[in-house]
């Protein structure tokens, strides 16, 4: 990616393959490029490792395709998160490229293929209805270089579930557990196991659920360490941290 096409860049400036003129007009967009409605960020993969994220909601189909085909340019992986299917159609047909997955509403292209992690992050779904967010967090983790192991439908009315995992549990390096209603599963699974636990409230509930403010509550006061709470529907954002949390580095 970007620090691999400026240590080329700087070796053949070096050997005298490029001359100094040449290397300004490689670099002349870089650390960052402007296009059409978005300022790219060509150098947040060198200071994250996380590269910029298309956000498609409130984006049209050509901003997305222009960004997204931009990106790919520059060899990085491509996320664009909340994308409906009729704009993933359209994107889809600009920029073949892409895979649009609908149940997490993500398209993704060019996703890093090696491991980048010291273990497996498990993703933990209470209920079927809060799979597109758990998906979402497995997507995310995947494009940056991580292993995923899912349990889903594991939730607290039916617990005894959650306990055919019990390996899994204890073998993750990271886990992001997702629930709505009573956002109940983090508080049980933070008590069975001895490693960083996400919790990512979900707006699945009735009316007294208020959107995902009670499962957010919830588990913004669980008596469990070792617990952190990301925002409401935050899928994407609990991938990045479980990324971040288990990504290898170098001693």
């Not at 870089?30 to 300022?39: F, Y």
């Not at 490229?97 to 398209?107: D, G, K, N, P, S």
């Not at 617990?159 to 983090?186: D, K, N």
């Amino acid at each position: 990616m970007e620090a691999e096409r400026l240590r080329a860049i700087l070796a053949g400036v070096k050997a005298g393959e490029l001359s100094l003129e040449e290397a300004l007009q490689r670099l002349k967009d870089w650390p960052s490029e402007v296009i059409s409605g978005a300022h790219l960020d060509h150098q947040r993969c060198l200071r994250t490792e996380i590269p910029e994220v298309i956000y498609g909601e409130g984006k049209t189909a050509a901003q997305i395709a222009e960004i997204a085909g931009r990106m790919l340019g520059h060899g990085y992986p491509v996320l664009a998160t909340r994308v409906d299917p009729a704009k993933a159609s359209e994107v889809c047909a600009q920029v073949p490229e892409l895979a649009y997955h609908a149940q997490a509403r993500m398209l993704v292209g060019s996703q890093v293929e090696a491991d980048r992690g010291r273990g497996v992050i498990a993703v933990l779904a209470a209920g079927t209805s809060d799979i597109p967010v758990a998906e979402e967090v497995c997507l995310t983790a995947v494009c940056l270089g991580h292993r995923v192991a899912r349990a889903f439908d594991v939730g607290v009315a039916g617990i005894h579930r959650l306990f055919s995992y019990r390996q899994l549990l204890g073998e993750a390096t990271v886990l992001v557990v997702v629930a709505g209603m009573e956002g109940a599963l983090p508080s049980v699974v933070a008590g069975l196991v001895d490693r960083p636990i996400i919790a990512v409230p979900t707006s699945i509930g009735y009316g007294t659920g208020l959107g995902g403010v009670a499962a957010l509550m919830a588990m913004l006061n669980s008596c469990a360490p070792g617990l952190a709470v990301v925002n409401i529907d935050n899928g994407f954002g609990a991938g990045c941290l479980a990324a971040a949390i288990n990504r290898k580095r170098e001693p």
